[in-house]
């Protein structure tokens, strides 16, 4: 679609000929075109010293999170864990863990959240427990076959000794998939499938208890007044018959492919339906899967009108700052949905990936990356559908390149030291004053040690620059919010010279224009509302996004 012109104003005078159109239907719940704020609790606020965040740290921001514009808190998980991977190992999914508050600070988030009207969703983890959850302990003093082994994956190893695992998986953090347990005679057993760390034996959902507790879960949130959930790995729980042999050749550590048989199995979509069932009986409550599942026809089969509310389209957080793959990406997502009336969601980063300033960054210049990083938020904040922001973007912060003793993501240990895993996205916010910690805690022993060159970064500094990505992102969400340009679900796109896009949405008219080339290009005809970068001589330059009313 893309014109040889080096100016979007002469591509934009022909936007009957460019235009094509692609409709989503309307939006009325709250959800459908929401912010939604990731908060990793671990890394947003320490009230109590201990140099860990937690919920009266959150509680103590929420007047922060009002000043951004958010409407929704995702919290990653905050349940009773030994936090072998921070939280996504549960060991008690219906109480808070005393790290972060126990059970009166969560009620007390809700409280004010809601007061504010600021919704609060939370991280929930059905396929796996922890290594400590009552019912891992009670199967590993069970005998094989038993009702308390048949919650989890346990079968018997392969070779004449049982000590071969039964089969070739790996972990998603690295290693194998399986490990063999010692028996209570102190005698080699049976073998327990775990697709992510040691500590997380996933559970075996074709045993109808594991879906009755999960519903006994649900309903515990929901009538505390949670809003919602994010499904962990919800492209996960079912497991293929027969436990097939995965191809090896190229398997990624945190990722995985379409024909890879320990995701996107079949049957999943029964528990999305039961999950469903239960949502029904709130019916403002909302639920976003963790969907890595590429195929559009696949993906849109978890968002069907009886599955889950949201699903995350992970494009945008995977790419590239290029002006092809940010259509591509934006064109498949709402591709995804379309067939299902399916609401489109937005992500350009999360806890488990690299922050987007450091994806967008160049050997040459790392100011690339934070110019990059502001004009897509640009283009995010343009599009139709639920957007989620991950704590610490509106700050343009990037990842840490954390020493190797400070390392806690299972990843590290895992991948034999190969992978340095997660760690330097989940680095603790900066929030005020001149040297680390910068009021994120009292204590400057942070779980995580924050760099000193973010005194540059701190919420602080940034509120009092109109200049800064946090003024950015707060002028960009209210506009959002508030102007009527922003109406209509279809965007349609216009002729853009190479290296640049730009669309329209098609009721409210907003146009969204990023140039990702070289040179500065024109605009199209009307009046600027706001840019990421300033324009020169009226034009927009090199990694800058503007909109247009
Ligand atoms: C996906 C979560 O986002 C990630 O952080 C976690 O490690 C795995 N699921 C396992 O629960």
Not at 7 to 31: H, K, M
Not at 461 to 481: C, F, G
């Amino acid at each position: 679609m893309s014109d040889e012109t080096s100016d979007l104003s002469t591509a934009a005078s022909d936007v009957s000929a460019e235009v094509q159109s692609q409709s989503v239907p309307g939006f009325p719940r709250w959800w459908q075109n929401a912010i939604f704020y990731q908060i990793y609790p671990r890394s947003f606020s320490d009230d109590n010293g201990d140099g860990i965040g937690d919920i009266r740290g959150v509680i103590d921001k929420l007047g922060y999170l009002e000043l951004v514009g958010v409407d929704a808190i995702w919290l990653s998980p905050v349940m009773k864990s030994p936090m072998a991977d921070h939280g996504y190992d549960v060991s008690d999914p219906r109480d808070i863990d005393d790290l972060f508050g126990g059970l009166d600070a969560l009620d007390a988030l809700i409280r004010e959240a809601h007061e504010r009207d600021i919704k609060v969703t939370m991280d929930l983890v059905p396929n796996h427990t922890s290594d400590q959850h009552a019912w891992f302990i009670e199967a590993l003093n069970s005998e094989p076959g038993s009702a308390a082994r048949q919650r989890y994956i346990f079968r018997d190893g392969l070779g004449d000794d049982g000590s071969l695992p039964p089969n070739n998986w790996a972990s998603v953090f690295g290693g194998p998939a399986w490990t063999r347990i010692t028996d209570t005679n102190g005698q080699p057993g049976q073998w327990y499938l775990h697709i992510f760390a040691t500590e997380q034996p996933d559970l075996n959902w074709e045993n109808p208890e594991v879906f009755a507790d999960l519903e006994k879960t649900l309903r515990f949130w929901l009538d505390r007044g949670v809003d919602g959930f994010r499904i962990d790995v919800a492209h996960g729980m079912a497991k293929p018959e027969g436990l097939p042999d995965m191809v090896l050749d190229n398997v990624g550590l945190l990722s995985n492919d379409d024909n890879d048989p320990r995701f996107n199995n079949p049957g999943v979509h029964d528990i999305h339906r039961q999950i469903r069932a239960v949502l029904d009986d709130y019916p403002d409550a909302m639920t976003v899967g963790e969907i890595w599942v590429d195929d559009n026809v696949r993906f849109a089969e978890y968002v069907r009108p009886d599955e889950l509310h949201l699903g995350f389209n992970f494009r945008l957080a995977k790419i590239q700052f290029d002006s092809e793959a940010v259509r591509e990406a934006i064109e498949h997502s709402l591709e995804a949905i379309a067939s299902v009336s399916g609401t489109p969601t937005w992500t350009l980063s999360n806890h488990d990936v690299e922050r987007e300033v450091t994806r967008y960054s160049t050997a040459d210049s790392p100011q690339a990356g934070i110019d990059r990083a502001r004009a897509m938020i640009l283009v995010e904040l343009a599009l139709p559908g639920a957007v989620f922001i991950y704590n610490g973007a509106e700050l343009g912060l990037p990842n840490v390149d954390l020493p190797d003793d400070v390392l806690q993501d299972p990843v590290w240990e895992r991948s034999g030291h190969t992978e340095r895993g997660r760690d330097g996205c989940r680095v603790p916010l900066p929030w005020e004053g001149t040297t680390p910690p910068f009021a994120f805690s009292s204590n400057p022993d942070t779980w995580l040690p924050i760099p000193a060159e973010w005194a540059a970064l701190t919420v602080e500094t940034q509120l009092e620059d109109v200049n800064s990505t946090l003024s950015l992102y707060r002028q960009a969400i209210e506009y959002r919010k508030t102007r009527p340009e922003f109406a209509g679900e279809a965007i349609e796109w216009y002729g853009a010279p190479a290296g640049c896009l730009a669309f329209r949405r098609s009721l409210g008219k907003l146009v969204c224009a990023l140039n990702a080339g070289p040179e500065p290009i024109g605009l199209p005809p009307g009046e600027v509302l706001l840019s990421s970068a300033p324009l020169v001589d009226g034009k927009l330059p090199p990694n800058a996004a503007a909109w247009l009313v």
